[in-house]
């Protein structure tokens, strides 16, 4: 660790100290003057429970700053090198804040037994505190940026290897300004040469094997030099934002996350789909109980048409529903259409298909007759947004590759949909689903649905 590291590390203790501080000594004077933040807006009478200054800093200052200061050392804010991003940062000092307004109020109420000297002054400090740690912790993240601009606090980076370091590792290195990426070199001889130009601070190792004579020698010698030792995961390297560290027992070890709809992920998915499915039912019962009426008019019963599909981790399969936009035998008609399937890969497509019907063009044009597929949402079965639902006969010709996509729920939209639908092939298809899987959001699920939208009303199939 670089000495700059352990100077920022100490730093952020007297910069906090001095942030709690200000905020309390500002939030007493405030309510001492009767201020109370609103513009033209007198609210606050005369302060009445105030104690005296120094009281007020011998009893309730000192206290403060010392049990903010452990509240955020158990936070692990205090770190002499730390990895949050800013925002984590904020995140977590906003806690330590709210567990210290949590302790004053219980303090006073259980112990004292009598309310705060006031509640306005309580409501200033907690937000001084807020802002001020936050200011405190920027000063030092721009003393750290202006000083690496002069090379103050870099660290040297060295790979080896007899493959080259990944390329998202690469293109960290050389952009983050904390790095200077010196080279690659195949072999501790080429790093023993190269150390004498330059000590790194960082040697990277890009093909690490417990059992090599090469990988032991490499450590060894990084030991003795005192230099740091780090190696790049064997396999997941091109996707690094799915690996997560964690440890058994003392032994640490690197899981591969296939999706980030695991955890509460799933739980925040679950509670929209519940929520969006119930509200759009509701909406879409007038539309729904026309459209049956339709169906049921030109050509006749059955109403709707359920699809068996595979389900979530194809453990089984899921009835879809959707309404009858073909004739009564149209699977058995597929058997003789199947010589003219426009599409690669296993799925059947056919842009004029004779098993269609008149209202079911129509249907299908507009994407109605997948409106059913709301109650499939509301039971669980599938969700608003994921892959798309597949057949079974056609999952049993998928690929491993393929079958990656089984890890979350199909949808009614995804990001195949909007980005091409049956003009995409299979293969695009597939890596725009897994895309989706990899990379899901919250955000992501409402850009695809604010643009299934437009799709939909759009009436074709988007290139």
């Given amino acids: 660790m670089k000495r700059t590291d352990v100077i920022y590390g100490l730093l952020r203790i007297p910069m906090d100290a001095l942030a709690i501080l200000a905020a309390l000594l500002l939030s007493y004077r405030l309510r001492e003057a009767n201020i109370d933040l609103i513009p033209s807006v007198q ?35 205090y770190v002499l090198k730390t990895t949050l991003s800013a925002w984590e940062e904020a ?22 037994k009598e309310l705060f000297y006031s509640r306005m002054l309580l409501a200033h400090a907690t937000f001084f505190l807020v802002a001020f740690l936050w200011l405190g912790r920027t000063a030092i993240i721009l003393l750290q940026r202006a000083l690496l601009r002069h090379g103050i606090g870099v660290y040297l980076v060295i790979s080896v290897g007899q493959q080259p370091a990944a390329r998202v590792a690469q293109e960290t290195l050389k952009h983050d300004r904390r790095y200077e990426y010196v080279g690659h070199v195949p072999d501790l001889k080429a790093l023993k040469c190269m150390y004498h130009k330059c000590r790194p601070d960082l040697v990277l190792q890009t093909d690490p094997n417990p059992q090599s004579i090469e990988t032991v020698s490499l450590i060894d010698y990084c030991r003795s030099q005192h230099i740091g030792y780090a190696f790049l995961p064997p396999v997941f390297a091109d996707v690094p934002h ?77 009835p879809v ?38 209202i079911g063009k129509f249907l299908r044009r507009f994407d109605l007759d997948e409106l059913p597929q709301i109650f499939n949402v509301l039971w669980g079965h599938m969700s608003l947004v994921g892959p798309r639902p597949h057949l079974p006969e056609e999952v049993d010709r998928y690929r491993p590759y393929e079958r990656r996509v089984f890890i979350v729920k199909p ?11 049956s003009s995409l092939s299979f293969k695009e298809e597939v890596q725009l689903d897994l895309k989706y899987v990899e990379e899901w959001s919250l955000l992501f699920d409402l850009w695809i649905l604010w643009r299934t939208i437009f799709v939909v009303l759009s009436g074709h199939r988007p290139r």
């Fill in 242 to 318: 799915q690996l997560e560290v964690e440890r058994l027992g003392l032994m640490p070890i690197i899981r591969f996350q296939p999706t980030p709809l695991d955890g509460w992920g799933k739980i925040w998915k679950r509670i929209f789909d519940l929520i969006v499915s119930a509200v759009l039912i509701v909406v879409f019962l007038p539309l729904l109980l026309v459209i049956a009426l339709l169906v049921f008019i030109t050509s006749g019963w059955p109403i709707f048409f359920v699809s068996r599909r595979v389900g979530e981790r194809a453990d089984g399969n899921i």
């Fill in 411 to 421: 949808g009614m939209t995804g990001l195949s949909q909007v980005s091409g639908r």
């Fill in 321 to 358: 529903l959707k309404f009858r936009s073909m004739v009564r035998d149209a699977e058995q008609r597929k058997l003789e259409l199947l010589g003219e399937n426009e599409r690669s890969g296993p799925l059947f497509k056919m842009t004029n298909d004779p098993r269609i019907t008149s």
């Fill in 43 to 77: 609210l606050l009478e005369e302060a009445n429970t105030l104690p005296d200054f120094l009281t007020y800093i011998r009893v309730f200052v000192l206290p403060s700053v010392i049990a903010l200061i452990v509240i955020i050392a158990f936070l692990r804010l």
């Fill in 91 to 112: 995140g977590r000092m906003a806690v330590a804040v709210f567990v210290w307004f949590v302790a004053v109020m219980a303090w006073f109420f259980l112990v004292e």
